[in-house]
């Protein structure tokens, strides 16, 4: 019987979402289903810069989604981030020691077949449309993702 991994993903800090993405990938390559669950802050790993839109959104979406993160290579660190700076120290050494960075952990994971489920709440709440996501993001409800959880031998909050 194939083992069974959910990963909850709230933090939208570039590492943390390195992190999560280096065992959901790790894991498949395993052979272990995994699903990754993303809410609020969890989404901005998951949107699509090239397919941004302010159309048909509020006063306060439109101000929000302006103000986030657009996609993985924007999230900050979630310690020394330094404007930017220590982000940016991060990505060097990273280079240097030829590591992928956080998008092609993401392509790896996807590739893997990784399942990305957004929380269809936080994505009304914040005001984001399913075109403004990854393709392969399916939207679902807390009841869905706990019945994953359940389900699942591993669960891990990120």
Known sequence: MEKKMNLLMF???Y????AALILA???REMNVDVTMFFAFWGLFLLRNPETFTLEEKTVYEKMFSM???KGPEDL???KMNMSGIG???LLEMMDDNEAPHL???LKGALKKGVK??????SMEIMGFKQEEMIPELEIVDAKEYLKDALEADMQLFI
């Open 11 to 13: 933090s939208g800090d």
């Open 87 to 89: 982000k940016q120290m």
């Open 76 to 78: 900050p660190l979630s």
């Open 67 to 69: 103000m986030t993160p």
């Open 103 to 105: 998008s092609d952990f």
């Open 25 to 27: 990938n790790s894991a």
């Open 15 to 18: 590492d943390k979402a390195l």
């Open 116 to 121: 990305f489920r957004g929380c269809k709440l």
